[in-house]
């Protein structure tokens, strides 16, 4: 299992509406049928997120997370 977090650069906050949280979902959401991955934690908190996955490779660890972190922003 890993725990994957990332934090805004000073701890600023980078969501901050209702919509941005649903944005970050939908991130998930569409990453995940693309690249699966077991998911067993998501924390998102208005300046970081987590998650505590359990890839069958690394390799499908990292395309999960090359694909959502590209994602996300475009989409937010």
């Not at 970050?24 to 049928?33: G, L, N, P, S």
């Not at 998911?39 to 499908?60: D, K």
């Amino acid at each position: 299992m890993f725990h994957i977090l990332d934090r805004a650069v000073a701890r600023v906050t980078i969501i901050e509406q209702p919509d941005d949280y649903a944005a970050f979902m939908r991130a998930v959401a569409e990453t995940q049928e693309i690249v699966p991955l077991p998911n067993y934690a998501i924390v998102v908190i208005a300046n970081h997120w987590a998650f505590v996955v359990r890839p069958e490779t690394s390799h499908r660890r990292s395309e999960y997370f090359r694909r959502w972190i590209i994602w996300h922003p475009m989409h937010a």
